[in-house]
Nanobody, 126 residues
Framework: QVYLVESGGGLVQAGGSLRLSCAASGRSFSISAMGWFRQAPGKEREFVAV????????YTADSVKGRFTISRDSAKNTVDLQMSSLKPEDTAVYYC???????????????????WGQGTQVTVSS
């Protein structure tokens, strides 16, 4: 079992920045990737960004590309999401997720991820 704990959410004005952090514990040696999803009220959970553990490859959704950056500290088993130029439409609950090495399928689907954090609220005011 892998346990994920997010931190860093909050209220920010449009154009501002926030940094989210996610710490993994438990069987964290069994992680192949960590990422972020978000869910706005009345909408489905959507992919935001992913960082692979072995190659350190990063991918971000088109909706946040150029504004959000994912980074990792593999020694500490943490992954951060630096969010800049925030927009009201970025308001959502942000979830950290992790995948086992045996998991397959696109990173962009929440159904292919194995572990989830409890979520942290990000609210961007206009």
């Amino acid at each position: 079992q892998v346990y994920l704990v997010e931190s860093g959410g909050g209220l920010v004005q449009a154009g501002g920045s926030l940094r989210l952090s996610c710490a993994a514990s438990g069987r964290s040696f069994s992680i192949s990737a960590m990422g972020w999803f978000r869910q706005a009220p009345g909408k489905e959970r959507e992919f935001v960004a992913v960082m692979t553990w072995s190659g350190g490859n990063a991918y971000t959704a088109d909706s946040v590309k150029g504004r959000f950056t994912i980074s990792r500290d593999s020694a500490k088993n943490t992954v951060d999401l630096q969010m800049s130029s925030l927009k009201p439409e970025d308001t959502a609950v942000y979830y950290c997720a992790a995948r086992r090495p045996a998991s397959r399928g696109t990173y962009f689907s929440e159904n292919t991820w194995d572990y989830w954090g409890q979520g942290t609220q990000v609210t961007v005011s206009s």
